[in-house]
């Protein structure tokens, strides 16, 4: 089967911007791209009152997405959903099995945290998949060669996904470094972080792996204080933190909406 990439475009500027990226991606995984445009026609849609979502006609919806298709440089199918995106995003998923799901990260700077709604989490929960958020800031979508892998230090599993994320990190010659952030200045896990990792074959064919720790309260701040060295953030995303905590408390969350490199979200199988 061929591989290919979901992106969501709602012809924004921050979809333009994962589209950008999404395509550069798409060469060294010799992968099409399937855009995906949703009609968020549901009264239940919480962002239907913001006034932020696009309210194109289906002809000017199939006219964009025909003029998107015929600038990109790789294969291209292009499809309109409706309703609620994560259903939405789950029906594509199931019928294109992509390797990825990408979508744009907007600009949330004039919103309050506890009013901040965001696709990624609500597909992540409804129809948890691998999923790279990229930032509306990422005007330069250079292929990711420096990445930072967050991991709590705890055993994991990707199960079906765990194929994917090692071709993506091959096919990108990836240079990973594994943080893990603690609390205590006396708290020395680099090797257990190590393993953790190791043993989910997500670095065996890597030539380099490296580790970091650092000292941070709280485990989003001592990753985003690291992530401005680094072309992109891997999270790995436990099922109970993304069913189980408040929207601003999850840590997920949190790097998803504050990262200044794009983040790609590895849902682990517990």
Do not use: C, K, W
């Amino acid at each position: 089967m061929t591989t290919s990439l979901l992106i969501l475009t709602d012809f924004f500027q921050a979809a333009d911007a994962a589209l950008n990226y999404a395509t550069n991606l798409a060469a060294p995984l010799d992968a099409r791209l399937v855009l995906l445009h949703v009609r968020r026609d549901s009264i239940l849609d919480p962002e239907m009152f913001t006034g932020q979502l696009s309210n194109l006609s289906r002809e000017a919806i199939h006219l964009a997405l025909n003029s998107l298709a015929r600038d990109l440089s790789v294969p291209v199918v292009a499809e309109v959903g409706h309703g609620r995106v994560a259903f939405a995003v789950a029906d594509a998923v199931s019928r294109h099995h992509p390797a990825l799901v990408v979508l744009g990260r907007p600009d949330t700077s004039g919103t309050p945290d506890e009013l901040v709604t965001t696709t990624s989490l609500d597909i992540l929960r409804t129809a948890p998949y691998p999923m790279l958020v990229v930032p509306h800031t990422v005007h330069n979508p250079a292929l990711p060669r420096r990445i930072l892998l967050a991991t709590d230090g705890e055993e994991f599993t990707l199960g079906q996904f765990a194929g994917t994320a090692r071709h993506l990190l091959n096919a990108l010659h990836a240079e990973l470094t594994l943080l893990h952030v603690t609390p205590d200045t006396a708290d020395d896990t680099d090797t257990a972080t190590l393993d953790s990792v190791m043993r989910t074959g997500l670095a065996a064919d890597l030539p380099v792996v490296h580790t970091r720790t650092v000292v941070a309260e709280q485990p989003a701040e001592g990753i985003l204080q690291l992530a401005p060295e680094y072309d992109a953030v891997v999270l790995i995303a436990r099922r109970r933190s993304l069913l189980g905590q408040l929207f601003h408390r999850s840590v997920t969350a949190d790097i998803i909406r504050q990262s200044p490199v794009p983040v790609l979200v590895l849902p682990a199988q517990e």
